[in-house]
Each structure stands twice: as C-alpha cells, then as structure tokens.
C-alpha cells in the first residue's frame, strides 16, 4: 500500500485530488482571461484613446460638473461587461469623482453576467438593467446629498484594519474636498514609476517588457474573438484544446494573456514606466502609451480575476456549495440571497446565477437583486488601491439591492421565474 505525501493529505481533508486542483487552476487561469480580461482590455483601451484624443477634456468636464457624476458614473457602470465600471475607480482614487458616484458605478454595474443574461433572456435583462441604473442613480445622489451613514460605517470600517494606502481618503472624501495619498500626484503618475523611467538595472528587460506589451495586445485580440464566439454560441463548456480550432484559440489565448497579465503587472511595469496602473492620467503624450496604459490597468484587474476565480472554483468543490439551491430558496429570501451573493467580487459566481434564472432556476427579483448588489471586476481596481473605500462601497450597493429586490418580490406584475427568457 502506497503512502501518501503530507500534500495529498491535505487534499484528501479537502475533498480534492492533484488533478482536479490542477485542473480548476488551468480551467480559471484560462477562462478569466478570456471571458473577462479581453472585453475590459478593449473597454478601458477606447476611453484611453478618448482620453488621449481629447486632451484630458473628459476628466475635466466630470470634476467641473459634480451633479452630473453619479448619473455619468451609472452610464459608465451600464455597459456589459466590467470596462466601463472600472474605469471610473482611478478617478476616484485622484479625488476627479465622488463616494456617491462610485456607489452608483458600482450599482449599476452589469458585469459579465449581463451577456449572458441579454443572450438568453433579452427582455428580463432590458427590465433588470433598467431597474439597477435608476436605483444606482437614485442612490448615488442620495450619498452625495446626505451622507446616509458613510460616516459611521467608515468608521466602523477602520476599527478592522488600516486601509492599504497612507492617509487612504476612501469615503473621507464625502466630508472632504482635498483627498491625498502618498507617493500620488494628480498627473497619475506615482514616486517610484513615472512615464519615461526605467529601473537601474535596466539591461534587456526593458525592449522584453516592451516585446511582451505588443504580445498581448495580439493575444487580447485572440481572445476577444475567442470570447466573442464563446458568447455567439451560448456559452458552452470549452475543453482544453491546442488545435487550430475555436477550442485551440480560446484555451491558447486564455493561458497566454494570462501568463502575459502577471508578467506586465509584477515585472514589466517596472521596466517600461508604466507604474500607475488602478489610477487615471490627466492626458497621454502618444498613441502607444495610450495602448501601454490599457494594457497594465488590464493585467492588473487580471490578477485580481484569476485570484477571485481560484478562490470561487476551490470554495465551491471543497465547502460543497450549491449556488442553485442556495439562491432558489423560497419566499422573500431569494432576493435577499442574489443580494448577498452580490457581495463576492468578481464575475464568476454572478455568471452562474445569471445561468440559472435562464434555466428558470430562480425568480426575476433575485436577478435584479444581484444586478444591483454585484460589482463585478470593478472593485479590484479600488481593492488593489484602498481596501476600505472598497468594503464600505460594497456595503452600500447592497442596500439598494435588498430594497428593489424585496419590492419587486412583493409588487412585480409579471411572472417571476422564466420571464424574458427565450
């Protein structure tokens, strides 16, 4: 009889086998890139390019017009997909948006679901959407006017742990007009990477890092067509495959843009002046740091996403979890679970709950619940740079989630499982 090692112990405690940890680890790092990473590259590349194009004149019309932010922010948060929400996260890290408008983005925020959900069911995303953006409005300004609370949940929030920046301005920002933070200059640019800089030991890394940057755009391309026809064809599983085939480009490109994302984001960033990644510029001086930018504000929601993948992908195999008993639960408690599921960052779970309400496994108001709650790949950004304006931020999109869930629950004229599904 064969003794096992101390790692294939642990596993066996788990519930989980080499292969399969293997396996769920290549499945994410592939899928998140392809399913994720590709449409937030382009999304986030195209308000760059404007940004470059226009001299900055975005950024300043929003700090110069602070009633219309929350409802800008809604319609950046609106569009499918994460790209636009995550844009408006380094705006408020430069102190260019308010709390409310983030809390709006963030409300508003269709995420990965939302193609899912406008594929298989066109009419119930129309509704849901609809409902998410007047309610992230609604509340935005609500936030912005009185407050409600930010105040004390920041508190309470720093009573767990210091935020991740110095002087982290997170929700201060609602009382005070001058946030800062250290080592952060309103340019966008931070004290150890400004644009044109590279690190002493400089060598080859530098036209590598630059080599690496063109290479992902070419496989971001890859993998936007991959994920493009992934949708077409109604989201199917997609084996691993290394063929010239659909399956061969969806799997070559996942792994590739992946690998590529974690190289740019921990190394490359450091060679080729890009180090303010999760910030927004005031302008870029050329076309292909426009292009630069996009790519490391990507590569670093890609870290996040594969991280938020792994952990959904283990919790599920080794707690057991079933999402589709969990959120089918009778009664008032459905939508209140697609609010608190809404909680999780990050797409994967909100994908498997936008599935089951095509298959009529839950009603319309737990959807709209967790198109409300949910903050998709957008909140990495504000992770990544103030742990605490994140937290209470999440909080405060599920207050309105629980509200419009609960009404509609108790007040939708139309039937509440199966509606507008093809």
Not at 55 to 76: H, K, S, W
Not at 274 to 284: L, P
């Amino acid at each position: 009889m064969t003794q096992q090692g101390p790692v294939e112990n642990l596993l066996v405690q788990f519930n989980l086998s080499l292969p399969e940890v293997w396996e769920i680890f290549i499945y994410s790092v592939r899928d998140g890139f392809v399913q994720v990473s590709a449409f937030v590259a382009i999304t986030v590349l195209l308000f760059s390019y404007v940004q470059y194009r226009t001299g900055g004149r975005i950024v300043t019309f929003l700090e110069d017009n602070e009633r219309l932010q929350p409802l800008a922010g809604a319609l950046l948060g609106l569009t499918p997909g994460c790209g636009g929400a995550i844009i408006a996260m380094p705006l408020y890290i430069r102190g260019s948006i308010s709390f409310g408008t983030v809390v709006a983005t963030l409300a508003a925020t269709a995420g990965d679901a939302a193609f899912v959900i406008i594929a298989l069911a066109p009419e119930a995303a129309l509704y849901a959407y609809g409902i998410a953006f007047v309610a992230a409005v609604l509340f935005g300004y609500a936030i912005d006017v009185w407050g409600l609370g930010v105040g004390r949940v920041d508190r309470a929030v720093e009573r767990i742990g210091r935020p991740m920046t110095d002087g982290g301005f997170a929700t201060t920002s609602v009382d005070d007009d001058s946030p800062s933070v250290a080592g952060y200059d309103p340019d966008g640019h931070d004290d150890c990477h400004r644009p044109g800089t590279t690190s002493a030991d400089d060598g080859v890394m530098t036209p590598l890092s630059h080599a690496a940057h063109v290479v992902w755009w070419v496989v971001a391309v890859a993998g936007l067509v991959a994920g493009v026809t992934y949708l077409a064809r109604g989201a199917p599983e997609v084996p691993l495959e290394l063929a010239p085939t659909f399956f061969g480009l969806f799997t070559v490109a996942g792994i590739a843009g992946t690998a590529l994302s974690f190289y740019l984001h921990f190394f490359g960033r450091r060679y080729i002046g890009e180090g303010e990644a999760g910030r927004i510029r005031d302008d870029f001086q050329s076309a292909y740091e426009t292009f630069q930018h996009a790519a490391m504000e990507t590569s670093m929601v890609t870290v996040w996403v594969i991280g938020a993948y792994l952990v959904y992908e283990y919790g599920v195999v080794v707690f057991a979890l079933d999402i589709g008993a969990l959120t089918a639960a009778a009664g008032v408690l459905a939508p209140i679970a697609g609010a608190l599921l809404g909680l999780i960052p990050g797409c994967a779970p909100q994908i498997v709950f936008a599935g089951l309400y095509a298959e009529g496994a839950i009603p319309f108001s737990a959807l709209t619940a967790n198109a409300i709650s949910q903050d998709g790949d957008a909140l990495f950004p504000l992770l990544a740079i103030d742990m605490k304006a994140a937290i209470i931020a999440t909080i405060y999109t599920t207050i309105p989630a629980l509200i419009t869930g609960v009404l509609l629950y108790y007040f939708w004229p139309f039937a509440e499982f199966g509606f507008g599904v093809l």
